[in-house]
């Protein structure tokens, strides 16, 4: 701030300077009068003459009035110039006052700014106290779930890109469904619910498959027992019939004989080994025959219907295969048709139709009466 210092020499002329002022006037006057010739009129030298005696008196007038105010200044002048030097020596002192109030008012900026620092430098401090805490919890939940980090992890410019993606592909499944969590137990309680079906349908099925297991396991022990007493009844049968042949069943599966076949081998005699295919048809006929009558002889039923069995038999076979009949015939009824007389020959009753010379059918039938009993009724049946 500049300073403003008043001094008593500048701000009132001096005595001196103004009684030259008058000489100078008074000087002009007389040249100018010394200038005017002769042929100048009296009026102009007597305007001149009045204006000097004016000048004069106004002089003189001056020298007193300027004598009493030179005297004022003499006695007033150190009162004048000891005020000024007051009024500066105050301008001095509130000039140091102002530069104290410019210096506070930079202490409180300074100030300010120290209080300010302190509040950003409180504020990170807050933030890493909240970090230091963020990273603690990060750090727990990783040693929750027992994951262990390994490798260099990526920098945070990956990381960024990385939740930019995200975020879009969020942004991409368009707009939330309010109702997704309802949904969502909705369906919850039905995962549950055939979930527990599901269980339930898989012991199911282990038992099941348990059952089959054991029911194929009782099969395959029942069939190997039943199939071992049948073959060994159809090789005696067939070496009956065939007079010294020999015949076997084989099974396809042996491992698992309810997955395979049945092979039927048979070997005629004074002939090779064959299988059922490659036989004749007589020979054929004898081999299910003697397979009939093991089975019979195993487990008989009460009733077998035999069409035409001896049909491709010779005289000898036909006759054989009617003897067995005739053997087996006690423990089951045996209707049998056929058009070989060594066959009907060994039958006990014969039902049958023929036609006479005359083209005229006669009914023909042969029946032992005597074997024929009259059943009784055991109770009366009401009319």
């Known amino acids: 701030m500049g300073k403003t210092i008043i001094k008593a020499s500048s701000t009132f002329p001096t005595i001196g300077a103004m009684i030259e002022t008058d000489d100078s006037n008074r000087t002009?006057?007389?040249?100018?009068?010394?200038?005017?010739?002769?042929?100048?009129?009296?009026?102009?030298?007597?305007?001149?003459g009045m204006r000097l005696g004016k000048v004069?008196?106004?002089?003189?007038?001056?020298?007193?009035?300027?004598?009493?105010?030179?005297?004022?200044?003499?006695?007033?002048?150190?009162?004048?110039?000891?005020?000024?030097?007051?009024?500066?020596?105050?301008?001095?002192?509130?000039?140091?006052?102002?530069?104290?109030?410019?210096?506070?008012?930079?202490?409180d900026k300074v100030q300010q700014k120290i209080e300010t620092r302190e509040q950003v430098y409180l504020g990170f401090q807050k933030s890493l106290q909240e970090e230091e805490?963020?990273?603690?919890?990060a750090e727990e939940e990783i040693a929750a779930v027992q994951i262990e980090v390994t490798g260099e992890l990526p920098s945070l410019e990956a990381l960024k890109r990385t939740i930019a993606e995200a975020e879009a592909q969020i942004a991409a499944l368009g707009n939330v469904n309010l109702r997704a969590?309802?949904?969502?137990?909705?369906?919850?309680?039905?995962?549950?619910?055939?979930?527990?079906?599901?269980?339930?349908?898989?012991?199911?099925?282990?038992?099941?498959v348990n059952m089959v297991a054991e029911l194929n396991g009782k099969k395959k022990e029942g069939l190997l027992k039943v199939f071992a007493a049948i073959n060994e009844?159809?090789?005696?049968?067939?070496?009956?019939?065939?007079?010294?042949?020999?015949?076997?069943?084989?099974?396809e599966n042996e491992q698992d004989p309810l997955l395979g076949g049945l092979v039927m081998k048979a070997k005629p005699p004074h002939k090779k080994v064959l299988r059922l295919e490659a036989l004749s048809g007589g020979e054929k006929s004898l081999v299910s025959m003697a397979f009939i009558f093991a089975i019979q002889q195993y487990d008989p039923s009460p009733f077998y219907m035999l069409d035409e069995?001896?049909?491709?038999?010779?005289a000898v076979n036909a006759e054989k295969v009617a003897r067995m009949i005739g053997r087996n015939a006690?423990?089951?009824?045996?209707?049998?048709?056929?058009?070989?007389?060594?066959?009907?020959?060994?039958?006990?009753?014969?039902?049958?139709?023929?036609?006479?010379?005359?083209?005229?059918?006669?009914l023909v039938m042969k029946v032992n009466l005597a074997d024929v009993h009259d059943e009784k009724a055991t109770e009366e049946v009401p009319a």
């Open 233 to 251: 009844n159809f090789k005696r049968m067939y070496a009956d019939l065939s007079e010294g042949g020999e015949a076997e069943l084989v099974l």
């Open 133 to 137: 805490a963020s990273l603690r919890q």
């Open 181 to 208: 969590l309802e949904d969502y137990e909705a369906q919850q309680t039905r995962h549950g619910e055939l979930s527990a079906e599901f269980r339930q349908l898989e012991v199911q099925r282990t038992d099941l």
């Open 309 to 314: 069995v001896d049909q491709n038999l010779d």
């Open 28 to 48: 002009f006057l007389q040249l100018r009068d010394f200038q005017l010739d002769g042929s100048s009129s009296g009026a102009a030298r007597a305007d001149i």
């Open 330 to 362: 006690h423990t089951a009824q045996f209707v049998q048709i056929s058009l070989r007389k060594v066959t009907l020959k060994e039958a006990d009753h014969i039902v049958g139709v023929t036609m006479r010379s005359d083209s005229i059918s006669e």
């Open 56 to 107: 004069d008196t106004y002089t003189a007038k001056d020298v007193e009035i300027r004598g009493v105010k030179l005297y004022w200044f003499k006695n007033y002048g150190i009162k004048f110039e000891g005020g000024i030097n007051y009024r500066n020596d105050r301008v001095r002192i509130l000039d140091s006052v102002v530069e104290k109030t410019d210096l506070n008012a930079s202490i």
